[in-house]
């Protein structure tokens, strides 16, 4: 049985690239729309809530599920 990768809302993820990486958060909210973010790039994306309670904006190419 493989594990269930699917990115979906409430999902707990790691963050594997970037300024953030290494954090978990939770899958909040899943963008319809692909996002620019500030390094230019547009991208689809989840808005986690970090552990920290913290809410962040991320690409899903840098988010794996975890839970």
Do not use: K, W
């Not at 300024?19 to 909040?28: F, L, R």
Request: aromatic share 4%.
């Amino acid at each position: 049985m493989r594990p269930d990768t699917t990115l979906s809302i409430g999902a707990q993820v790691r963050i594997c690239s970037g300024d953030h990486e290494g954090a978990i958060g939770t899958i909040n909210y899943l963008y319809s729309h692909q996002q620019v973010f500030a390094s230019g790039i547009l991208a689809r994306a989840a808005l986690l809530r970090l552990e920290d309670g913290s809410m962040l904006t991320v690409p899903l190419s840098v988010i794996e599920r975890i839970s």
